[in-house]
């Protein structure tokens, strides 16, 4: 399968890696084309993994087999219908699009040229969730925390699309329920859009889930903490590993393997897991596990966080939130 990557900034240097590490273990693919408006960052990305660099995507899509869109956010819905159109199969960093018609706009044109579409949401596949929710059992409560430092990209969306997406996809898709109730708070200091949001949510089934977001914090920290009905386990998202895991009274620790391929480290890297899933999508001509309908989803939560938190601000005198992860 032939592979091209629009976008040669950082994620679409994280793609090509993990494309020429597939195509090296001989997995069915191969990096043919790096595609940047700026032709000398697409040249320097081409040439460390052997691909063709352009600056013109025109020039390289009757080559292509698939292709990665790796592009500021505004450009995924124009871009991925044009990719669509011709046929190729495609997959789309996250999120999907900018808003939900977008998303669903891009959702109808894949089933209707019977191409594959996938949507970069990487972290269903980081383990170190799985094998905490493995653990703790039937969830109780879930507490996630996504901060970052501050950084300039990513800077075209807010922080709920940019980060809070990945766990408001895994944590509603791993319940599985409806949610009863969502209330969410959110400011902007720095940037537009929103740098820091949290949000917490009730499920049906009487899980509670808490969702914490920054783009301001000090350094990187990503940790999940699951109580549940075994015991309670904490993960490092970032580390992919589990930290602890307390058991209840008379319950065994237990454990639970990713199916997926380990990296060097002998621990599952997510992107490859991801590109792997592409993979056999492709060649079967199945449903990828995150694929168009799953980013639109996404997208449709993102918009009931934003609806909360500006309902929110209406209902208090106070527009300034304190900080988050303080």
Sequence with gaps: MRVGIVGAGPMGRLHAKTVSRA??????????????????????????FGARATSRLDDVTDELDAVIVAVPTASHAPLGRSLLDKGLDLLIEKPLATTVSEAEALCRLASERNVILQVGHVEWFNPAWREAAGLAGKARSILVERFNPPSRRGLDIDVVQDFMLHDLDWVTRYLGEEILELEARGRCVENEGYDEAEVRLVFRSGCRVR??????????????????????????????????????????????????????????????????????????????????????????????VRAAIADAKGRSPRDDDPALGR
Excluded: K, N, Y
Aim: net charge neutral; hydrophobic share 40%; charged share 30%.
């Design 211 to 304: 969702l914490r977001a920054s783009r301001l914090h000090a350094d990187r920290h990503r940790i999940v903490r699951i109580e549940g009905e075994r015991g309670c386990a904490t993960a490092d998202l970032l580390a992919r590993r589990l930290v602890t895991f307390e058991p209840r009274d008379g319950e065994p620790a237990a454990s639970r393997r990713s199916a997926a391929a380990p990296d060097a480290g002998g621990r599952v890297d997510p992107l490859a897991a991801q590109w792997h899933d592409f993979l056999h999508a492709c060649g079967s001509r199945s449903d990828p596990e995150t694929d168009g309908r799953v980013g639109m989803m996404a997208l449709g939560l993102v918009d009931r």
């Design 23 to 48: 195509a090296e273990r001989g997995e069915g693919c191969v990096l043919a084309s790096v595609v940047d408006r700026h032709l000398g960052r697409a040249e320097r990305l081409a040439a460390e």
